[in-house]
């Protein structure tokens, strides 16, 4: 089976080499893993709580996307999407918030930051908080429960909303699931021996501390920040200490094992800090010049860019869309006309009442029949409208079954053509008592 790994971007920088490093590269190398099932999204619905300023906003947006293409994501492979484009996503962070308590955003870091930063200052405890700051991790829950991730690798600083993800979706199954998972718990993910590099002043690389290294800048921009890393004061000749050096640190994140016993030795025997520069600016922009190419392509191609996203939109709807169909099934979202409780007279019945799910899909809408366990039982093929699909669920209901097995699955015919297929068994046997269980679900009551 295929782990589902999924994780999101904020959109609301550029990507700087503590990125690559960091995320950008180990994502990368993950999702090549035949494993692998990879989820990476631009989370553009949370730069909007961070940022008003509509330009950076796009800017961010086109350059994080060029950024993870440049760098050898395999669009086709993975599923590469931004948050904004896939509308369930806000449609199921209302679910959750309506599940959510008000208590445990209360202990949210972020805002308990905010929070306590306004008390300091003798503000209002709220002052500046926007509800979207608030709900913060309702809509990252959403981002993760929408796909049913397994894992989510975060930075440290992201553990708590992991933590909530898991929460709010256990709250989900216990109250809607009947007895049934709805929501796969997601697992949080800490790289503990990815690179954090650090800046040019050696503390963490980070856009706050403006000692960051720029990715795909020129090749002078590459020099001209390699120039600026601190050193101390030993001259040409006299040894340097490689371990207490972060230029030597920077240099190991990005060499081989022996490009870095040579360079340890260089540094041992003296080498001027001029020349262990240069070294390091050349190891850089041999590891990046390639990319930095790509990228430059691709930023001035922003229609290509566009047409990439909407495809990898595509892909995420066609399994967020049924998804949410039915988990707006599960909290009683249901259509009037098509939704035909089988038992509805008499408690009796009800044990064995089996219902019609149609939602709609790009390509039509479809129905499915789940049994009073919320398993499915059939799923149909696409029909043009709902009234089509609707006329066919009511056929099911009133006329006698025509089932056909096909291969470890079976469909069911009206006027000869299939509607509507079961789901796929291991045995004749399972599939044989699977006709059985929907001859009965279906038939007519008297
Ligand atoms: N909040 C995350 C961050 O700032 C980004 C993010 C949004 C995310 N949605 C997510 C990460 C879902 C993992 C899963 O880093």
């Known amino acids: 089976m295929t782990t589902r790994i999924l994780t999101g971007i904020t ?56 950024t993870w293409l440049a760098c050898g994501l395999d669009a086709d492979k993975a599923t590469f999407y931004r948050q904004s484009d896939i509308p369930e996503i806000p449609e199921l962070t209302w679910l959750l918030t309506c599940v959510s308590a008000k208590g445990l955003l209360n202990r949210a870091h972020a805002y308990k930051a905010s929070v306590d930063k306004n008390v300091e200052a003798g503000e209002d405890p709220d002052a500046g908080v926007t509800m979207g700051l608030y709900s913060y991790p309702v809509l990252m829950a959403a981002d993760i429960l929408m796909f049913n991730a397994h894992k989510v690798p975060v930075g440290r600083d992201q553990i708590q909303h992991v933590e909530m993800a898991r929460d709010i979706g256990q709250r989900f199954n216990h109250l809607f699931g009947n007895g049934k998972e709805l929501f796969t718990l997601p697992e949080v993910v800490i790289e503990e021996d990815v690179a954090t590099l650090p800046g040019l002043d050696g503390r963490k690389m980070s856009k706050s501390y403006d000692n960051t ?21 030993r001259a040409p000749g006299e040894p340097k200490d490689p371990d207490n050096s972060h230029l030597f640190t920077l240099y190991q ?62 892909k995420a709807r066609r399994i967020a869309t049924p998804f949410l169909g039915e988990l ?27 219902r019609f799910v149609s939602f709609r899909e790009d390509d039509g809408f ?15 093929i696409a029909f043009a409208d709902g009234k089509a699909a609707g006329q066919v669920t009511k056929r099911l209901q009133s006329e006698a079954l025509d089932l056909h097995a096909e291969l470890n699955a079976f469909s069911v015919r009206l006027d000869g053509e ?23 679900a279906l038939a007519p009551q008297e």
Not at 215 to 230: E, H, N, P, T
Not at 333 to 353: D, H, I, M, P, Y
Not at 423 to 435: G, I, L, Q, V, Y
Request: charged share 30%; aromatic share 8%.
């Open 213 to 233: 290294i720029p990715l795909f800048g020129s090749a002078k921009q590459l020099k001209d920040a390699v120039a600026r890393i601190v050193t101390d004061s």
């Open 328 to 354: 707006r099934e599960a909290v009683g979202l249901r259509s009037f006309r098509e939704q035909v409780q089988v038992a509805t007279e008499g408690k009796k019945k009800a044990a064995k009442a089996a």
């Open 366 to 380: 479809r129905f499915r029949l789940l049994d009073a366990a919320g398993e499915q039982l059939l799923l149909s």
């Open 418 to 440: 299939a509607v509507a297929y079961s789901p796929e068994f291991s045995t004749d046997a399972e599939r044989d008592a699977a006709m059985q269980r929907l001859r009965e």
């Open 11 to 66: 959109t609301t920088g550029t990507p700087h080499l503590g990125n690559y490093a960091g995320a950008i590269r180990p994502a990368i190398v993950a999702s090549r893993d035949p494993q692998a099932d990879s989820f990476y999204f631009l989370a553009d619905y949370h730069a909007l709580i961070k940022c008003d300023d509509p330009a950076r906003i796009q800017r961010s947006r086109l350059e994080i996307a060029a």
């Open 253 to 314: 994140a990005f060499s081989t094992r022996e490009q870095e016993v040579a360079f340890r030795a260089e540094l041992l025997g003296g080498l001027a800090w001029g020349e262990a520069k240069q070294r390091l600016f050349e190891l850089l922009d041999n590891e990046l010049g390639e990319a930095r190419e790509r990228y430059h392509a691709l930023i001035t191609r922003p229609a290509d860019l566009e047409d990439i996203l909407l495809a990898g939109a595509a």
